[in-house]
């Protein structure tokens, strides 16, 4: 089991900055990629950016140069940094934890980019 705890959402006037987190624990030896997805009233769940286990890492075209996936794994620990945040950018975000058997999902946290 993995369990994944995000933070870091808020409210943040266009053109700012949110840096979000999530940390994992339980079984955190057993993940290779981790993600971030996002979800905005009345649309479908999207990738955001992806961080294998390998270090490489992909962004979805409409955060590319904007956002950056890291992984600290002295922390067990993936962040989203987001900068030049747009007011489409407003969304659930949602850190994603792939096992071999399994994947997991964090709760959430709140993005809102005001005008």
């Known amino acids: 089991q993995v369990q994944l705890v995000e933070s870091g959402g808020g409210l943040v006037q266009a053109g700012g900055s949110l840096r979000l987190s999530c940390a994992a624990s339980g079984s955190i030896f057993s993940i290779s990629d981790m993600r971030w997805y996002r979800q905005a009233p009345g649309k479908e769940r999207e990738l955001v950016a992806r961080?294998?286990?390998?270090?490489?890492?992909n962004y979805a075209d409409s955060v590319k140069d904007r956002f950056t996936i890291s992984r600290d794994n002295t922390k067990n620990t993936v962040y989203l940094q987001m900068n030049s945040l747009k007011p489409e950018d407003t969304a659930v975000y949602y850190c994603?934890?792939?096992?071999?058997?399994?994947?997991?999902w964090g709760q959430g946290t709140q993005v809102t980019v005001s005008s």
């Open positions: 994603y934890a792939e096992t071999p058997r399994l994947a997991y």
């Open positions: 961080s294998s286990s390998g270090g490489s890492t």
